[in-house]
């Protein structure tokens, strides 16, 4: 993996939504991804 690109923890349905981070809710990313992903 390039230095630039780590790995991040990010829930799977956002906390603003009403979701806990709870394990079955998070999931791991490549920070390139999640920084371009959208809550959507």
């Excluded at 349905?13 to 992903?37: F, M």
């Amino acid at each position: 993996m390039p230095n630039e690109v780590g790995l991040q923890i990010d829930p799977i349905i956002p906390i603003s939504k009403g979701r806990k981070t709870v394990p079955s809710n998070l999931q791991v990313l490549c920070s390139k991804y999640n920084g371009a992903k959208q809550n959507k």
